[in-house]
């Protein structure tokens, strides 16, 4: 019975999905080819850890998730490493980004509140680095990152 609700659930969601493509542009298609693109990817990546747990007998060694911040001479431009994406952010990018990850009551909310900025604003990252959910490591290396880099000035 189980089985039966998960594939008519799957169905409708299917359907509904088909429907409201029907209304959205080619780069919001395209957004969304990416979304799925990174899902199937963390997907992917999830059974490989779960199949390397089931043979080592134990939790998969994490590796540390590579974020860096670098800036330019005269801070005009910001060179953010994330993953295996390279990315240049403006002075303005940063600072909003420093904002959020210092003004979340809690380091869950400040993920979220980054994902959602970077989904709204910066899709490149995102698409870039594979982060599809505000639980992606990367986006926790960043909010670290970012914490250790730059402190928030009282104005």
Request: charge should be positive.
């Amino acid at each position: 019975m189980k089985a039966k609700k998960i594939v008519a659930g799957r169905a409708k969601l299917e359907k509904e999905l088909r429907d409201a493509m029907k209304e959205v542009d080619e780069e919001g298609l395209l957004f969304l080819l990416r979304q799925a693109q990174v899902l199937i990817y963390n997907v992917r990546v999830d059974r490989i850890n779960e199949a390397g747990k089931q043979i080592k007998g134990g939790k998969p060694r994490e590796r540390a998730a590579p974020v860096s911040i670098e800036e330019t001479e005269g801070g005009k431009q910001i060179f953010l490493t994330i993953g295996r994406a390279r990315k240049i952010l403006t002075p303005e990018e940063m600072r909003r980004i420093v904002r959020i990850c210092y003004a979340a009551e809690t380091k869950s909310e400040a993920l979220r509140q980054l994902f959602t900025v970077l989904a709204k604003e910066r899709k490149d990252i995102l698409a870039d680095a594979t982060i599809g959910n505000p639980d992606n490591p990367l986006l926790e290396a960043l909010f670290t990152t970012v914490r250790a880099t730059y402190t928030l000035k009282d104005r």
